[in-house]
């Protein structure tokens, strides 16, 4: 099933590459993520039309982790409130020793705390809702964990955002 979500997602994500950008309908945006490995605070700022930079401070089972983001925004399916969107960031952050379940169902065993270090890459769809300061974005999270790995893993993301 993750094989056919990400062959599904790669293959729109061609698709989109082709279309031309358009200006964003906000400047900046502040919110929650909800994701495979971490929930917690977002927030979003365009230095130009098409081209934002996201950071996210998120909290898991016994740590904490800050991500930091380089997107690139495109229009989708003709839908101005639609953008695709698809970059590539890193992350550090540290978590407490015990038994953790990755996405794909596997466990890894850390007997005391460590650091967590990494590349992240993102690839998704936001929907800024008319008329309304609401977004939301649907997107998948690949994660390559060089610290305690180097292992890849990908999971699913949620975001609720306030913009201005």
């Known amino acids: 099933m993750k094989k056919l979500l990400f062959s599904s997602f790669f293959l729109v994500s061609v698709l989109f590459l ?3 950008s358009k ?7 502040v919110g929650l993520k909800f994701g495979g490995y971490e929930n917690g605070i977002s927030i979003k700022y365009f230095s130009t039309p098409d081209i934002a930079l996201e950071g996210e ?15 690139i925004h495109q229009e989708a399916f003709g839908v101005k409130e639609l953008k695709f969107y698809y970059g590539a960031g890193a992350h550090i952050g540290a978590e407490g020793s015990g038994v ?5 169902g596997g466990n890894q065993v850390y007997n005391q705390s460590h650091i967590l270090l ?8 936001e929907y800024k809702i008319p008329q309304t300061p609401v977004a939301i974005s649907l997107d998948l999270n690949p994660r ?8 890849f893993d990908i999971a699913p993301g949620l ?3 306030y913009t201005f």
Not at 23 to 29: F, H, S
Not at 100 to 104: A, I, M, V
Not at 118 to 125: I, P, T
């Open 18 to 20: 082709s279309q031309q």
């Open 23 to 29: 200006a964003q309908d906000y400047k900046t945006a």
């Open 57 to 71: 401070l998120g909290f898991r089972a016994h740590g904490v982790v800050i991500s930091g983001l380089y997107e």
């Open 100 to 104: 953790y379940q990755t996405f794909d």
């Open 118 to 125: 990494g590349v992240d890459g993102v690839l998704g769809l």
């Open 144 to 151: 390559v964990e060089l610290a305690t790995g180097p292992f």
């Open 159 to 161: 975001g609720l955002k």
